[in-house]
């Protein structure tokens, strides 16, 4: 069913109307847009709002209204008070557009004016005393805060949501982001869908990119770009990666050990990943010390990973052997054979796991000697049936802390 803001051809367009329409049909969430946005309050009476128009005059259509060049949307008084709203994502700042528009409410007689420029990236040009700047993410951040007091803010905040899933699908929003992460809300009631998983990875990746933990700790090279394309539409699940800096150089990140990240149907997964192609020294380095030394390195991970799995008791650790192949390079993996266990089994029983050393010896034995394409993993799975913390928004740190207890796989093959 078409959303009721979707009034408009172009995203951008569509967007400032949803904003518009929200602010105009609540006129407490009006005046708080217009403090956050500006920092004062409008002076006057009859606060009125309009898009695509100029006040006192008719409504234009879209393709009239965008050769005008007018404002996005105008909020006015009676008193010669104005707040003039420039809505960008994709397009360019342009601050003689902006001055243009602040010269058309001078003309007509709002002597109080001002103009609040809302954008995806950050102005490089110094912008007139009288405008202030404000982000998409900003925005979405700010109806979050009214949510408990408007239901017009509770629909904003979701058409944001709506709006980016759909300009990453159109590959209309190539940088920057609308709204923020707050966590993983796939569940019984909502179901996962792949581009609400990619809109959820692209603003969990950006969050643990802007964090310095884990170059520091890891070695992982957080300016890279991780996939060049994120696919899985036919597929349950995505995922990107963040390599490491000492992989600088390798010409497919196949070819090195790296932090993986996957949003899937029912559960979100942190790992680190050992590709089959892997060079032989690594691989070496990995099983040295035979079992009782890969043993030692899975008790190392268990014991860092345990102040999660305390945090969060629907958590669970995790050691994976996998096997597969692709029909061809874009195709989804067919899965020949995968190895999965908890390496509390491996153990001293604890926490319910009762020791099972088989699986540890299998893991070891398929790895060290494979004869088709391995690759092995390690880290934490969040299961959305269990886990108490994916659907938060301190879930950034979380993964974070994933890939840190990981840290003794790095370790032993000198990575780090």
């Known amino acids: 069913m078409r959303n009721v803001f979707d009034q ?29 946005s500006t920092g004062d309050a409008p002076t006057g009476t009859n606060l009125q709002i309009v898009e695509q128009r100029l006040p006192g005059e008719p409504e234009l259509d879209e393709a009239e209204a965008e050769r005008l060049g007018l404002p996005d949307a105008w909020v006015f008084t009676d008193s010669g008070w104005a707040l003039l709203i420039e809505a960008k994502v994709a397009s360019e700042i342009d601050v003689d557009q902006i001055n243009r528009h602040l010269r058309t409410a001078e003309r007509r007689g709002f002597t109080d ?8 990236a950050i102005p490089t040009s110094r912008l007139p005393a009288n405008v202030s700047h404000r982000t998409w993410t900003g925005v979405y951040q700010w109806s979050a805060t009214q949510v408990p007091m408007s239901k017009w803010a509770r629909r904003l905040s979701g058409y944001m949501e709506v709006a980016e899933r759909r300009m990453l699908a159109d590959k209309y929003l190539k940088e920057g982001t609308l709204t923020t992460f707050a966590g993983i809300q796939f569940e019984t009631e909502n179901h996962y869908s792949y581009l609400e998983a990619k809109r959820l990875l692209k603003l969990l990746m950006d969050e643990l990119r802007k964090r310095q933990l884990l170059k520091k700790k890891l070695g992982a090279n957080l300016a890279a770009p991780g996939r060049s394309s994120i696919t899985g539409k036919q597929s349950d699940s995505v995922w990107d990666y963040i390599p490491l800096a000492k992989a600088q150089g390798k010409v497919a990140f196949t070819s090195h050990p790296h932090l993986t990240l ?17 060079n032989r020294s690594l691989r070496k380095a990995l099983l040295s010390g035979g079992l009782d030394g890969f043993k030692a390195m899975l008790a190392v991970f ?24 692709y029909k061809s390079q874009r195709s989804v993996p067919i899965r020949d054979a995968n190895l999965e266990f ?45 886990s108490s913390l994916v659907r938060k928004k301190m879930f950034v740190e979380i993964a974070e802390r994933s890939w840190l207890a990981c840290r003794p796989v790095l370790a032993k093959m000198g990575l780090i």
Request: charged residues 20%; aromatic residues 8%; positive net charge.
């Open 8 to 36: 408009y051809k172009q995203h951008e367009n569509r967007l400032t109307h949803a904003l518009a329409c929200c602010l105009a049909e609540d006129g407490v969430l009006l005046r708080s847009f217009i403090r956050w």
């Open 113 to 120: 004016r001002r103009l609040v420029l809302i954008s995806v």
């Open 262 to 278: 996957s949003i899937q149907e029912d559960q979100t997964v942190v790992q680190i990943t050992v590709p089959n192609g892997v």
């Open 302 to 325: 268990v014991a860092n990973a345990a102040p999660i799995l305390q945090t969060d008791n629907g958590a669970r650790p995790f050691v994976e052997v996998l096997q597969r192949h």
């Open 342 to 386: 908890d390496p509390r089994t491996a153990l001293t029983a604890r926490d319910g796991v009762k020791v099972q050393d088989q699986w540890l010896k299998a893991t070891f034995d398929a790895f060290s000697k494979p004869r088709s394409n391995l690759q092995f993993a390690i880290g934490l799975a969040f299961p959305y049936r269990s």
